[in-house]
């Protein structure tokens, strides 16, 4: 069944986020931000030559290292950091992200 197939799929990448470490190193360098994982990888989607998409919400400017995680990973890890998603002008992306996965934390979406 491919719906069972999808749900351990994304529960597997999931666990892949986690196990890598990156959501921990994000939590801890961005004071515990608000993660949505969303694409493909999140969708369970994905494919060898997929990124990883993560929305980021913090007001911190701070430089994020992820090599480490890209290689553990195999996979280029793309971030979108906003301090709110209502900062997002791209509809497209922003419904993407708050039909995503949440990590850690939330989205804020009104104030």
Known sequence: NSDAFLLE???FNIKQA???????????????????????????????ESDIDLYIETPSKKTLNL???????????????FKAISDIKNKHLANNILNGITLSGFARVFE
């Not at 939590?27 to 494919?47: Q, T, V």
């Not at 090599?67 to 950091?81: G, M």
Request: avoid cysteine; charge should be positive; proline fraction near 2%.
């Open 9 to 11: 799929k994304k529960l």
């Open 18 to 48: 986690y196990s890598s470490g990156l959501i921990s190193y994000l939590k801890r360098e961005l004071s515990n931000p608000g993660i949505i994982l969303f694409g493909s990888y999140a969708k369970g989607e994905d494919r060898e």
């Open 67 to 81: 090599e480490k995680f890209e290689r553990i990973l195999s996979r280029k890890i793309e971030v979108f950091r």
